[in-house]
């Protein structure tokens, strides 16, 4: 397929490459926006829709939904991959951005759980398939459209927007949903407010499709058309391709999955500890995050930049070892620094939670053991705590034994003011706090360090991908593994560091996710990524 590529060398002038950076960027943006902007509202789309009493249920069951979006990408990459193969670049990825926009909208029209009793989880749930289908098949569409339109010496870097535009989709939700907050009262915004964010993709749409109608179809694809050479079947032909298994496991395993564990928590993981853990109010910790997260932009960028001068492998695997060196203390400075007193509390006055039968059943919105009951609540506080060995159940507070006989066990809205009481004497404060200039600097510092992080790892990630597979099953081959490693690894992280967390008490263990598949890909890349200078497939 080295006709097709020499097609790519024809150098684009300078207005052309700026409309392909802009318009591909642009709606990668919005889509991106639509798809976060679920992951932006949690905590109050957890109680519109996934109402159990039970706060940590709540959480986790939005969170199961959020990753349903996610574990359909696959699936999404496979449909619009085989017809971005066949009928081009640029139509197909027209498609998915519709498809996005008004699956969005949608959420914002759906009626509450107390409205509509279970119908209303269950529309949302179909929402999210349909997003999940349509973000499967943008990426690739994006970035290959713009890879192909760039020289080898400009790959790296023109795409590192595509990368960068990942992120200004979830600093666009942040922006939208705090703007919307600052013109709202409260009540107007948990009553209805919290939809404007969701209906305001049918303007994102529409500018999304207006500046990609004005694109061409990429060089590469025309001259495949050209030529005959556009695969039969291109989903199997990425099976079946000579070497092809091998760099899909590479992509898959060592880019995909270690790149977006990284990413996700920095935004997702970060922001849900600021908010939960660590009790901060929640329009400052957007806040916090959303500047982080605007300002690590710059680091996909330079990445892919990078990429161009000393190859797209040393910045990813670079990447990876720092992340595995540095995630922990980044998050301990964090917790340092965010909410000081609640963690000077936790090492002065531990909680300590003993007896039997002090098995945790996370899924059930009520518990059936004093011990569980205890977990739950403590859990649902958001307070670290660790567990004990005694015959009978027991809760000590910096070694001091609280008076469970007075303890309203079947009365879990009476616990939790009691909890709260004994924790407050103690000398945690539980209620939401913001931290001064000088330690939310430094949680920025701490947030925007992840975000450098990250930026290693993904941004040279779309020249990457497109040099690894063969032009003519290039949307299929690149956007499969990527979907199933972002989808996957990346959409069930926030679930599953939710109930690792829930299960052990410390607001710090779901962080091990993260590190042990980091240090998968990590191994992988190591072994699977070509190194030396960036270059064509093929060449």
């Known amino acids: ?32 926006y639509d798809f976060f902007i679920y992951g932006a509202l949690g905590t109050i789309l957890s109680k519109t829709f996934f109402p159990t009493g039970n706060a940590t249920l709540e959480m986790l069951l939005f969170w199961l939904v959020f990753a349903v979006g996610f574990g359909f990408r696959p699936l999404g990459a496979i449909l619009f991959g085989f017809l971005g193969d066949k009928l081009g670049r640029k139509y197909t990825f027209l498609v998915t951005v519709t498809l996005m926009g008004i699956a969005t909208a949608g959420v914002g029209f759906v009626p ?14 179909l929402l999210r398939i349909m997003q999940g289908l349509a973000l499967g098949g943008e990426y690739g569409g994006a970035a290959i459209y713009v890879a192909e339109h760039s020289p080898p010496n400009r790959r790296g870097f023109y795409t590192g927007f595509i990368q960068a535009s990942v992120v200004g989709g979830f600093v666009l939700s942040l922006m939208v949903v705090l703007a919307c907050k600052a013109l709202m009262s409260a009540d107007t915004w ?11 993709s049918i303007a994102l749409l529409a500018v999304s499709l207006w500046m990609r109608l004005k694109l061409n179809e990429s060089p590469v694809f025309k001259a495949m058309k050209a030529q005959g050479e556009l695969a039969g079947n291109p989903f199997v032909e990425s099976f079946t391709y000579p070497g092809n298994k091998k760099r899909l496991f590479v992509a898959l395993f060592g880019i995909a999955a270690g790149m977006t564990v990284i990413w996700y928590s920095a935004m997702f993981s970060g922001l849900s500890f600021l908010k939960t853990a660590m009790r901060l109010d929640d329009t400052y910790a957007e806040i916090i995050i959303g500047f982080a997260a605007l300002f690590g ?12 001068k000393v190859g797209r492998k040393p910045p990813i695997v670079w990447g990876y070892a720092l992340a595995l060196v540095m995630m922990f203390p980044i998050f301990w400075t964090i917790g340092a620094y965010a909410n000081p007193g609640l963690a000077e509390a936790a090492k002065r006055s531990p909680v300590v939670v003993s007896g039997p039968d002090c098995s945790y059943a996370i899924f059930s919105p009520e518990q059936t053991t004093p011990c569980a009951k205890l977990l739950a609540d403590l859990s649902g506080s958001g307070v670290a705590y660790s567990r004990g060995e005694a015959a009978e159940v027991s809760l000590t507070v910096g070694g001091k034994a609280m008076p469970l006989g007075e303890y309203a066990w079947a009365d879990k809205k009476a616990r939790g003011a009691q909890l709260k009481a004994w924790l407050t ?38 020249a990457l991908l497109t040099e690894m597979f063969p032009p003519h099953v290039r949307y299929s081959s690149m956007s499969i593994p ?24 410390d607001p710090y263990a779901g962080l091990w996710y993260t590190w042990v598949i980091v240090a998968v890909a990590l191994a992988v890349a190591l072994w699977g990524i070509k190194g030396g200078p960036p270059r064509d497939y093929g060449e």
């Open 1 to 32: 397929m080295a006709s097709a590529n020499s097609a790519a060398h024809i150098e684009p002038t300078a207005s052309d490459i700026r409309l392909v950076i802009a318009a591909s960027s642009a709606g990668t943006i919005f889509e991106w």
């Open 425 to 462: 004497g103690a000398g945690y404060n539980l209620d939401k706090v913001k931290p001064t200039l000088g330690a939310s600097f430094m949680v920025f510092a701490a947030l925007l360090t992840m975000m450098a992080l990250s930026g290693a790892t993904y941004g040279s990630v779309a």
């Open 190 to 200: 948990n009553a209805w407010g919290w939809r404007v964010p969701f209906i305001l």
């Open 112 to 125: 509450s759980a107390e409205s509509i009793g279970m119908a209303a989880p269950v529309i949302v749930i």
């Open 297 to 308: 932009m710059a680091f996909f960028v330079l990445a892919g930049r990078l990429s161009d």
């Open 482 to 505: 990527y979907h199933i490693g972002t989808g996957y690894f990346g959409g069930f992280l926030p679930f599953i560091s939710g109930v690792i967390v829930a299960l052990t008490g």
